[in-house]
């Protein structure tokens, strides 16, 4: 049983696009999402540096695109499962089939510069941290007054809330966590500090007619797999101010009986959690088109 999952905000580098749109009809298809949103996907998935990638309104979009970019370099494949991480979730719905392409494009580019807009009223952000325990670390920052915004498994917890919060966590880490890192990060995603941004996809969200997925699709939310398209909607507009339960995702492609994961371009990331919570799954990260025999092959031995 494959699994099929999607990247977040932070997986993106500098030109990785630039392969990808060397496959056959992917300049000409970019080309179209580009105009349908505004923004220049080829331009920033292949010249633009990495502080412009970063700007949370260029970011989103960008891997949107390249996740469904890769997935359609795939063929026409069965995954048991869909998943994305925080703005993945949106490219999971598009290959369930809850929203098409260019809907899934029109959301996203709302969602980066809504969530951009939130972001400029308080100085805020995030903080990876290295080590320590959640039952322990959960607590500690709730005390400061952060929000555990990403609970990835295998105790990696990322932090989220004002700067002044974040540097107080620096300065009185959790019992066993040995860094606070801060991420290059336009705010603090995935809390209340998101909340203007919810209400502006909720509007955006009334123009959409979403259908049921397809294969299963597990929200990040709380790890279920939701079967309602209009409930992965609502889900996907309230994602923005809660926090991503990676860890819970996890346990639910255990529950499902996953045997492979392959992560979409900019794939990396997940790929690493899984290889740490799912021992016995093949794992496979799509980073460059040099990448696809190998995927197809997984595609092949564990899809339906």
Known sequence: MLVLVAPGQGSQ????????????????????????????LAHYGTKADADEIRDTAVAQPLLVAAGLLSASALGDIAPGAVAGHSVGEITAAALSGVLDDAAALSLVR???LAMADAA???????????????????????????TPANINGGGQIVAAGTVEQIAALEADKPEGVRRVVPLKVAGAFHTHHMGPAVETLAEAAKALA????KVAYVSNKDGRAVASGAEVLERL???????VRWDLCMETFKELGVTALLELCPGGTLTGLAKRALP????????TPADLDAARELVAE???
């Not at 990785?16 to 105009?35: H, I, K, N, Q």
């Not at 952000?125 to 005390?143: N, S």
Request: charged share 20%; hydrophobic share 45%; net charge negative.
């Open 13 to 40: 580098t500098p030109g990785f696009l630039t392969e990808w749109l060397e496959l056959p009809g992917a300049a000409d298809r970019v080309a179209v999402w580009s105009d349908a949103i505004g923004l220049d």
């Open 110 to 112: 709302k969602r980066g």
């Open 120 to 146: 400029a009223i308080t100085e805020t952000g995030m903080a990876a941290l290295l080590g320590g325990d959640p039952e322990v670390t959960v607590p500690h920052l709730e005390k400061l007054g952060l």
């Open 210 to 213: 979403p259908a049921d997925p």
């Open 237 to 243: 507009v309230g994602q923005v101010a809660n926090p």
């Open 280 to 287: 016995g799954v093949k794992t496979l990260a799509l980073k």
């Open 302 to 304: 564990h899809a339906a």
